[in-house]
């Protein structure tokens, strides 16, 4: 061949290109719910572009906390007591977490299909879906605050319930996961069920099942911010009283509090699992990176 | 001694896994099980300890009978015989000493197995077996930094520490090399020969059943097709266990290379 | 390996010293203890009140557990459920769409170069560090309260939640597809759009849906902060401390939560 020309001449019919038309129809129909919604929805779009002129003044406010030097008073004290707040963020955080592993454990173990039977699995996973259905928020005003009462105890519990539910999945399935050679070979030493799951389920599973708890510390941190709202103590509690009041240098300084606290933990938090799943600081892999589930 | 008699495996499934097997094994002797990918070979073995129920005919190890046996009663039968896997089921994230120590757990009680608290005698009894396949200065190591052949002996170690009357392999060398795997077998046989223990072992290999094994058992759709010593298991008896398809399509492999 | 070594014979000889636990193992153990009781003081964690006054707070837990279902007929309820809906669908949808521009660059994989995807990463993990509450008090301080502000506050906490995931999701792509069209000579946005896009696009879409199903929840707390939808009605009603109306109406949003996402279910079946 001396030419570069690849083509041929047609030889026959050639294939048909498959009908566009499911894409289109789901552009449409996405395209037509945007519209109605942006109809229907009383958002009063006009205030919208108050943004750019309200965002720069407040920010600026904001700043002007920030940029105060941090050892004068108020300023010192704001710093202090703010920090003070976040503190009991990160109490309620870590005690709700502990609480929830130490519910979710045993349950976790009820609802793995290779451990229990099947007529315990299924009401164990159903009550774990319920408690993951379930807001924080949620058990904080309707449980934990009549009981507990107001406050950071009240918080912590809401977290440690709340944590149960995704605990007990995730952890579950961690369990339904491990090989089941080991468990083979102790069932025939003659070793009886407890004495195998010790020894050949829980080494496998435990490193994930650790792993998990710190994930779930990272997404109560958030979820305790929220918790204040409603009084059940931490960050959130001041933070609504700050914007109520409008004491933007003290918003300013409450949100980098919370943005670099919370930063902090999650680097620490992300180290520590790596170093639990890998035995080592190499990089990788989903468990590794930061929380997104909120719910 | 474990006696089979007419011993019969139906998997859930409808499978037959045996069909009608009876053999008698006297203590002390070295058996090899051979035949074709599944001819029944893992399914004998594995009815011996009970990990595979008999569902007809009549089971018996050193006068128990396996069959409608308790829990229980299974649970102690199967503490006296040792396991061996091809893939070596060691818990990986768990020392070697810990691995081994799991073979004394039928005789440990629930705290102290939920706590790890051993007694010294059962450590003495670990440490012993890791002598004996020569890896006890491993034993602090963790089962998954180990190579192949000495996973394999640390397994071999978990199956002396119950002191078992028996020891069941199954295809213990199939993922070794062949220096590895002839070290292995030797492993075996020496125990056989020391201690005495009744040793049934899955192979593939027809070379190492020939050199390890007293006896031979070959095995076809989950029948009995050949027992004998391994003088008498010659290569026409080989054929007949293995097949005469087998050899017809080693050479049909054979040909297109032949050609190129 | 001669003859067998007689039980009476055996010592220790040649057998390792048992190692010390390690430095990480008690060091991790150490930090567990002081930050659980640091914790535990902090909160002031007792469980007594479960033990001590059982009774305690029961009226309110009655009234929860008896949900007051007529409050679901007022018109006010229905308008904050759709309200509540119309917020959801539009703060998925623009927070998703600018989230898959900033994965794109969040990623190794599609990034122009390392600054970029170094700074976009920085940015997301400082997104994602506040909550969405915090996000709804913002903007309804700029914007003043409403259904707005709620669209806004979810757009950003969509944005760091879609990002963040989709931009691993990249990072875990295939990269042969990637060599191929990049060695036909592809330009840095063709590549990102026929080599990078559909190999995550069914993991986009499917995280599209999940902050979707957030969003419906987070009504309920942005509702709290004047940030409009169920929200507002449900701390209306808990001001006014009507607990079972309360419990209607959370119990209808998880029914309606979860009809939602079987629907979303069926529809993601059919996109992938
Ligand atoms: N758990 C099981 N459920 C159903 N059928 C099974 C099961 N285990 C084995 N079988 C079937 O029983 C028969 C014998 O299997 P077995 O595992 O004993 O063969 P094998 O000789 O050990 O083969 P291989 O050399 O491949 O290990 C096969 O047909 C197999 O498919
Ligand atoms: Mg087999």
């Keep these: ?295 | 001694m474990i006696e089979f008699r007419d011993v019969s495996v139906t998997y859930p499934n409808g499978t037959k896994g045996l069909d009608g097997v009876t053999l008698t094994i006297p203590d002390g002797q070295f058996v090899v099980v051979v035949g074709l990918s599944g001819a029944g070979k893992s399914t004998l073995v594995r009815t011996i300890n009970g990990l595979v129920p008999v569902t007809g005919g009549e089971l018996t190890v050193n006068g128990e009978n396996l069959v409608g046996a308790s829990k229980r009663r299974l649970r102690g039968l199967r503490s006296r015989i040792g396991m061996i896997f091809q893939s070596f089921n060691l818990v990986n994230r768990v020392t070697v000493l810990n691995n081994v120590l799991t073979g004394r757990l039928h005789s440990t009680g629930m705290l102290r197995s939920l706590l790890g608290w051993f007694s010294a005698d059962d450590k003495e009894r670990a440490f012993d077996a890791l002598e004996r396949v020569g890896i006890v200065e491993k034993a602090y190591i963790r089962a998954s930094q180990l190579s192949g052949g000495q996973q394999q002996r640390v397994a071999i170690a978990r199956a002396l520490a119950q002191e078992p009357q028996v020891v069941l392999a199954d295809e213990p060398v199939a993922s070794l090399d062949p220096p590895t795997a002839n070290a292995v077998m030797r492993d075996l046989q020496r125990i056989n020969r020391e201690l005495g223990i009744t040793t049934v072992v899955n192979l593939h290999f027809l070379d190492l059943a020939r050199r390890y094994g007293d006896r031979i058992i070959g095995m076809r759709a989950g029948k009995v097709v050949f027992d004998g010593t391994a003088a008498e298991a010659d290569d026409a008896v080989f054929e007949e266990i293995y097949g005469r398809s087998l050899t017809a399509e080693d050479v049909a492999e054979r040909e297109p290379g032949a050609l190129a | 390996m001669s003859a067998p070594a007689p039980t009476a014979a055996v010592t220790s000889r040649g057998r390792p010293r048992k190692p010390p636990p390690s430095i990480g193992a008690i060091t991790a153990l150490v930090v567990f203890v002081a930050v659980t009781l640091w914790s535990a003081i902090g909160v002031e964690f007792t469980l007594s009140p479960l033990i001590v006054n059982l009774t305690r707070g029961s009226d309110v837990i009655e009234q929860y557990l008896h949900p007051n279902w007529e409050i679901l007929t007022r018109p006010a309820v229905r308008e904050g459920f759709l309200e509540t809906l119309y917020i959801a669908i539009l703060a998925s949808l623009v927070g998703c769409l600018i989230a898959l521009v900033l994965a794109m660059l969040a990623s190794k994989v599609s990034a122009p170069n390392t600054g970029v995807y170094q700074v976009m990463k920085l940015i997301l993990s400082l997104v994602r560090s506040l909550p969405d509450v915090a996000y709804g008090l913002l903007f309804v301080a700029f914007v003043g309260s409403g259904a707005l502000p709620g669209i806004l506050a979810l757009i950003v906490f969509n944005i760091g939640v879609v990002a963040k995931l989709t931009s691993e999701s990249i990072d875990a792509v295939d990269h042969g597809p990637v060599e191929a069209v990049e060695a036909a000579g592809a330009t840095r946005f063709q590549r990102g759009r026929y080599a990078v896009l559909p190999q995550v696009a069914p993991n986009y879409l499917s995280y599209c849906f999940y902050v979707f199903e957030l969003n419906l929840r987070a009504s309920l707390v942005l509702g709290f902060v004047g940030a409009g939808g169920i929200g507002e009605v449900i701390m209306l009603l808990v001001s006014r401390l009507e607990h079972s109306s309360v419990s209607a109406v959370v119990i209808m949003l998880f029914a309606i939560v979860f009809v939602l996402d079987q629907a979303s279910r069926a529809v993601r079946r059919r996109l992938t």
């Design chain 1, 1 to 295: 061949m001396t030419t570069t020309q690849t083509r041929s001449a047609p030889t026959g019919a050639r294939p048909k290109p498959p009908s566009k038309a499911r894409s289109t129809v789901a552009l449409l129909a996405t395209a037509a719910i945007v519209i109605a919604t942006v109809w229907a929805v009383d958002a009063r779009w006009e205030r919208f572009p108050a943004i750019f002129t309200e965002a720069p003044t407040y920010i600026s406010l904001m700043v002007e906390g920030l940029v105060q030097n941090p050892l004068e008073m108020p300023w010192s004290e704001y710093w202090t007591k703010t920090s003070g707040y976040m503190f009991e963020s990160l109490q309620m955080a870590w005690m709700g977490t502990v609480i929830g592993a130490l519910l979710s454990f045993p349950l976790s173990f009820l609802a793995a299909s290779n451990v229990a039977p099947r007529w315990v699995v299924l009401p164990v996973r159903q009550l774990l879906n319920i408690i993951r259905a379930l807001p924080e928020i949620v058990l904080a005003i309707a449980f934990m605050i009549p009981i507990f009462g107001l406050g950071a105890l009240a918080g912590t519990m809401a977290l440690g319930i709340g944590s149960v539910g995704t605990l007990g999945k995730l952890s579950s399935e961690a369990i339904e996961e491990v090989d089941r050679g080991p468990v083979e070979a102790l069932r025939a030493t003659g070793a009886n069920t407890l004495q195998s799951l010790r020894w050949a389920v829980v080494p496998q599973a435990l490193p994930e099942i650790v792993a998990f708890w710190l994930y779930r510390f990272e997404i109560n941190i958030r979820a305790s911010a929220i918790l204040g709202i409603v009084g059940a103590g931490g960050i959130g509690s001041i933070l609504s009283q700050l914007f109520n009041a409008r004491l933007w240098d003290r918003i300013g300084i409450t949100l980098v509090v919370i943005i670099v606290v919370t930063v902090i933990v999650d680097q620490i938090s992300a180290a520590v699992r790596r170093r639990i799943i890998f035995g080592s600081a190499r990089p990788s892999a989903e468990m590794a990176t930061g929380p997104v589930e909120v719910a």
